[in-house]
């Protein structure tokens, strides 16, 4: 079990906990809403780091955002290996190609 999985474990644990005593719990019992915008501002925070060259800082931003869209996931029934299946999918398709092959709007 890699860093990603016991994260997403240990989320999964917390959820419906004390929220005394767990963020999860905590940050989970305030919804959906909430957790979303934490995403975004774990991301914005992210952006705020690469601009400014903050590499250690970028990495611990990229850690709390990866933390809070794994819970934001797990609240709309989507698994890590949801987003894994997803990647493998795009695996060898270009970015390029697949924006060309979009139906015309
Ligand atoms: N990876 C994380 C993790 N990353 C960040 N954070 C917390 O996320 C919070 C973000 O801080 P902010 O100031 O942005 O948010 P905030 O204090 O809620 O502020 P507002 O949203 O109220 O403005 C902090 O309390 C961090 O400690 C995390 N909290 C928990 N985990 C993982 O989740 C596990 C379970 O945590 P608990 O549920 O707390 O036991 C831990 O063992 C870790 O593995």
Known sequence: MDAFDRLESVIASRIGGDPTQSYVAK???RGTAKI???VGEEA???VIAAC????AGLIGEAAD???HLTLLLQTQ???LDDVRAELTRRDGLSGIAEKASRPKE
């Open 36 to 38: 979303a915008q934490k």
């Open 27 to 29: 940050l989970h019992a």
């Open 65 to 67: 955002l990866i933390f």
């Open 44 to 46: 914005v925070e992210c």
């Open 77 to 79: 029934g989507i698994a």
């Open 52 to 55: 400014g060259n903050d590499r």
